[in-house]
Every structure is written in structure tokens, then in C-alpha cells.
């Protein structure tokens, strides 16, 4: 489970394969991203070993990464998904996750979208407002159904992590606050059995370096979840929410291992250990595992300055221009040494910077943006008329599937046609 790695000729590699070979292999045009499935399946696969004998679910949060290949190698090793679309619930059932190992999040599901988690009868419709609840049981009242439903509270607890990806504050949109939650009762209670509360949730954010603020929540949860038994005995899990941070470079984390044993001893002290724990993943279970293979374009300098130019962007990898995120560049062929360059692409936005790195003295090639697993290609976009980059996926050492980039043509074509 090591993500991207340097062997003895100082190649870059990932899985056990050069990642020079992996790109002529699949013969794709560049940048693209490569991806090691299987690093992905083994770290999901010890997280849920952690769990020991606790029933849990790990609802894979699939927004990180909704490749099919992944959801599909995921859904073999038993996970769920956390949803936060009609259309992710469509992929995850169509990558052959049962349905009653499904969620779904979101501040603002449409009708179309209850409805079909209501005909589809997922594990439950995480609700994140009072206002929602009502729209859910309008809709179970409109179509027949009975509606499983969670609550997912706002613990109203700050992480130390990038203002974008923390949720579980006071002013975040996200989740319903403790002084909401009568309110949100009532309206179950007042159901007539067409809301059937099964779960009760949280999501704190993103990037927890640490378990403390994950565990200050899971009690807060917990405490909830006790308190609320005996008016909602169809109550059959606690979900702890996802974030697992992960290291960039220089970061310290703990491993997901942690956040599962946290989860498992929280519930416990809380007498609840007869209820499922759900988690919900996304980051930690896919970022070390890819890469964005670019090539450099060409290099320049000015007085003291030197930029390098490579043919990925902020469209390719958005991460580092809204959250200043680092994601180490890497020369595929020669280990990182000095000077440190100024790796640029080629959108016009000067926001389109991913940073200083060690390329030596006259870099040429290919380089490897490494992390790029999780919130990656998911968030490419088209701008400046760049087609989405290409996909490679790696299992056992071989190109297992290829995703290719549109191309220049299909988009010329769509914005012609207008
Ligand atoms: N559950 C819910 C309700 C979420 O909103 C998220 C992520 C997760 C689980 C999974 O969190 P994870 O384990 O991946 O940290 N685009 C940003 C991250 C946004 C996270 C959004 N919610 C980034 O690139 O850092």
C-alpha cells in the first residue's frame, strides 16, 4: 500500500510497474492519470479488518474518485457508497453495490433524486435539514414508499483543516444542529411510520491529521443516538462520517486503521456496540494511488526565476488553485534534487501554479503529480477548450482499462454545435 515509489535506477513506479511503462502500455495521449487498483483495495481491506467482530459498513464516499473500475473493485471487497447524487446511487448499483449498503447525503436533493432512492430502497436518505425531512416524507407520501432515513447531525465542532473542506462547523450548511433536532424528531414521530428513522450521522470535514476531533464528535453522536432509542427503536446505525486525512508530503497522519478502532471503542463506551457503525471514506481509501503523468513542455527563465512548463493544468488538477494544496511533482526518470523549478500549466490563470519542486538542473520528460487519486479527475474541467486528461488503471502489474481523454475534436465539435 504504498502509492507511488522510486526503484533501485530511480524510476518512478507505481504498483510494481514504471510508470514510463504504464503510459506507453496503454498508449494514451498525456496527461493522464494512472491509478493502482489494487493499492486501493488493500487499504480498504484493512480498514475494514480493523473493525474487527463490530458490524460496520464503509460506505465509500465516491465523490473522491467514481471511476467504475474503482467502485467495481470496492463493491467486490463488501463496501458501500456514500452518494451525493442520483447519479452516484445509479453508478454504485450499476458497479453492483447492493442497495441496502447504500447512502445518500447532500444539502439540497431534488425530488427526482428522493424518488429514486425511495423506488431503489437504499439503506437510507441522510437528511440535512428539517426543511428536507418534510420534502422526504412528501415524497414517501406521494409515491407509496416508506422512507429510510438518517439524520445527519452538525456536531457544531471545528477542524484544523482548509476552511473548503470543513463541514461540521456552525455556519457550514451541512447537517442539522443539536437545538434543530426536537424539531427534526417531531417530524418523523408525526410520520405515520412513512419516515423510518434507521441511522443517525455526521460528517465533520476533510484532512483529520488526527482521531481527536473525530472522536469528540462520535461521542456527541453517540450521546444522541442513546438518547434517541427509545422513541426510534428502528435505529441501526451510527455513522461516524469520513475525512481521513492523508499525507502529501510532510503531512503526519494516522492511519485509517485509527479512525476505525476510535469508532469501534466510542460506540462501546457508549453501550451502543449492538448497532452498525458506518464510515464514510473517500480521500483515504484512492489518493495515494494515482497519478497525473504530464509532459514538460519546455522550461524558462528570467533573471533568478525559473518556471517549468508541463501540458497538465488546473483543469486536469484543480486541488492545488482552490485549496493551495501541494501535490509533489516528480520527475518520472531521476530522483527529486536541487534547484526547485516553478511548475506551471498552460491555462491562462496565474492561479495555475502547482508549486516549487526539485527537478535538477535541466528538466525534460515526463513528470508524475503524485496524490492524485482522490478529488482529482473528478473535478477536471474543459476550460481554455482542454479536453478531460485520459485514465489508466493498473491491477496486478498491468493496464487493466483505459479511460481516453475526448480529445480536442469532441470538444471543438460541442461548442460548435451550441
Ligand atoms: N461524507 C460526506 C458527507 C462528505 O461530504 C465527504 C467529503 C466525505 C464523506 C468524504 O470525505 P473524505 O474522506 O474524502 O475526506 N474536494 C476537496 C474535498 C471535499 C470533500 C467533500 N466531502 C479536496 O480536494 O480536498
Redesign the pocket.
Known sequence: MTGFRRDAQDHGVLGSVRLSQLVREADVELPAYVYDVDGMTETLRSLRHAFGDAPHLVAY?V??NSSGTVVRAFAAEGAGI?A?SGAEVELALACGVPANQILM?GVAKTDAEIDLALYKSILAIQAESVEELVRILARARATGHRADVSIRLNPGIEIDS?A??A?GHDSAK?GISESDLTAAWSVIDGSDGRLCQVGISV?LG??QLSTEAYARSGRKLCDVARERRTAAPSLRYVDF????GVDYGGESTVPPSEFAHTCVRTLRDAGLSDLMIVV?????LVAPFGVLVARIVQTKRSAERRWVMINAGMNDLI?PA??T?KHRVELLEGAPQAPDWRVVGPVCESSDDFGFHPLGAEPTGLVAIRDAG??SFV?ASEYNGRPLPSEVFVKAGKVVSVSRSPGRKNWLERRLSS
Open positions: 464516499a465523490k473522491a456514500d451525493v447525503s482548509h473548503h473542506i463541514t451541512f460528517h476533510s484532512m462520517g469520513g475525512g481521513f464514510e471514506p473517500g480521500r483515504s486541488r482552490l485549496y494544496a482522490a478529488y473535478m
